[in-house]
């Protein structure tokens, strides 16, 4: 009974793909389960690559300062130095025969000019093997690319500019007064810049950031009480006002100015 039983377990552990030893097999032996498959690993596949190569202009000269990298894969973004040349590394799952590669120009015109975003695709080639998970090292040389200028550049923002507001406010009398505040009536108050007339009632109003305009509503007012002589109250009075100084493009239009204004209150 005890052989049938001992026979029947070897059968059962056969098919399972185990075997053992029972102290009947042998002086003191015990059951040692014996595994046919090697241990299992875990993990991802990845591999590592490079790109190299050079950007240059239509001309054929290098253009420093764009960016290069590869938005669908791990990659640090790099620079292309002063000869134009640039080496680009990342990693990803899996061994990819392919990556798209973006050029894009990130420094306004300090390189010379605005030049286009493009994109390449680039095959890679295996340089390197790998080992477990790792599937080794992939890249590509010489890939150089040539940008293209744009004529302009689509700008996001609001138009503004600088207001300069010069001159002197007098009584009916012809007498300068001293103390009268003066500031752009439509300029939001949180933004809003004041001049204050001195001794001989003259002032100079400079007021940044607001919309590029050909006039002004200005406001005058006796904020002293009758310190100055008297009680003026508020007096409001559209300035003309002319470009004097352009702009530095990226929406600042330049400076807006008027001629020396005389205010009678």
């Known amino acids: 009974m005890k052989n049938f039983i001992l026979n029947l377990c070897r059968t059962l552990l056969g098919i399972l793909g185990f075997s053992f030893v029972s102290a009947c097999d042998g002086e003191g032996a015990s059951p040692i389960p014996m595994y046919g498959v090697p241990a299992p690993e875990y993990g991802s596949p990845y591999a590592e690559y490079f ?9 054929g000269n290098p253009i420093k300062g764009i960016a290069v990298t590869v938005p669908d894969e791990y990659a640090d973004t790099v620079f292309t130095s002063a000869d134009g040349s640039y080496e680009l590394n990342g990693g990803f799952s899996y061994a990819e025969k392919t990556i798209d590669v973006r ?19 680039v095959a890679l080639e295996k340089q390197e ?8 090292l992939f890249g590509a040389l010489g890939v150089d690319v040539k940008m293209h200028p744009v004529e302009t550049v689509a ?32 300029i939001y108050e949180h933004m809003r810049q004041k001049a204050v007339t001195a001794e001989d009632g003259s002032f ?8 590029p305009a050909v006039e002004a509503d200005i406001c005058f ?3 002293d009480g009758e310190e100055n002589g008297g009680d003026f109250g508020k007096k409001t009075e559209t300035v003309k006002l002319t470009q004097t100084e352009d702009g ?18």
């Open 221 to 223: 007012e006796d904020v």
């Open 51 to 59: 790109v190299k190569g050079k950007v240059t202009d239509e001309a």
């Open 248 to 265: 530095e493009g990226h929406w600042n239009d330049g400076v807006y100015s008027s001629e020396d204004l005389t205010i009678t209150m």
């Open 204 to 211: 100079h109003l400079v007021q940044p950031d607001w919309f």
């Open 155 to 186: 700008e996001y923002g609001v138009p503004y500019a600088t207001f300069e507001i010069k001159g002197k406010v007098v009584d009916s009398d012809g007498n300068p007064l001293e103390g009268i505040e003066v500031y752009g009536e439509d």
């Open 129 to 136: 093997d790998g080992k477990g998970w790792y599937l080794g």
């Open 103 to 121: 050029f894009t120009d990130v420094d306004d015109e300090e390189n010379g000019g605005w030049f286009a975003t493009q994109e390449k695709t």
